[in-house]
């Protein structure tokens, strides 16, 4: 069981680039979440997935979009690179989201990302 | 959702108890409270949690107050290896599930 891999670990954008970042997970869990960390805040929720198909937008969504084609993967795509979005990217997924004992999320190690 | 509030930063010596308070007045009745903790630049990790009783598991002892306005999260021997950034949060309780993470406590287990 490898949890949840994200790759790139590293990457440097230019201002207008654009990429995506990889997440799979092989839990089989349906709850699938993409937040980002700004240096020494706390995480913020750009979008989650309650399952293939599903996405709905979190906190702070713009600038980002995501797909969920399948229950293992959770793409998330930056189309125009942009200073603000220098930040580290982590991937997360459960097996719920309802509240309550299927809240415990397992997250993957990151993607530092920066933008330039 | 239900705000919580942790002190910004802890020191504690190796090989003695951490306890990690946390205030969360306005926690609603079907609401739980989770502990995670991130250690330097790593993804975070689930320790723990609990909705009205004292929960044990082999990472950590979670202590919740009768009226459930705060709780204590307890390391009864810590390593230097917890040294990291420990989040208390209180489920979300919608059909996303996202977890609000705030700012935390750092926690320093020194030698």
């Known amino acids: 069981n490898a949890g949840v891999t994200q790759t790139p670990k590293f990457r440097i954008l230019k201002i207008g680039q654009s990429m995506t970042l990889q997440c799979t997970q092989d839990?089989?869990?349906?709850?699938m979440y993409w937040y980002r960390q700004d240096p020494g805040m706390g995480l913020k929720l750009i979008y989650y997935s309650v399952g293939a198909g599903i996405t709905d937008k979190g906190e702070v969504p713009n600038g980002y979009n995501v797909s969920r084609s399948t229950t293992e993967d959770f793409p998330l795509r930056l189309e125009l690179a942009a200073p603000s979005q220098t930040s580290v990217y982590f991937c997360a997924s459960s097996s719920g989201g309802a509240g309550g004992p299927r809240d415990t999320q397992y997250f993957g190690p990151g993607t530092r990302l920066t933008v330039l | 959702d239900a705000k919580t509030t942790q002190p910004p930063s802890m020191d504690c010596a190796e090989g003695r108890a951490a306890n990690l308070p946390c205030n969360h007045s306005t926690i609603s009745g079907n609401e739980y409270v989770y502990w995670y903790r991130q250690i330097h630049s790593q993804g975070p990790q689930y320790i723990i949690h609990?909705?009205?009783n004292n929960e044990t598991n082999e990472m950590a002892s979670l202590i919740i107050t009768e009226d459930r306005k705060s709780s204590t999260l307890i390391l009864p021997h810590a390593t230097l290896r917890d040294t990291a950034v420990y989040y208390c949060i209180i489920s979300y309780g919608g059909s996303q599930g996202n977890l609000i993470f705030g700012k935390g406590t750092k926690l320093s287990v020194k030698p």
């Open positions: 839990m089989n869990h349906n709850y």
């Open positions: 609990g909705l009205k």
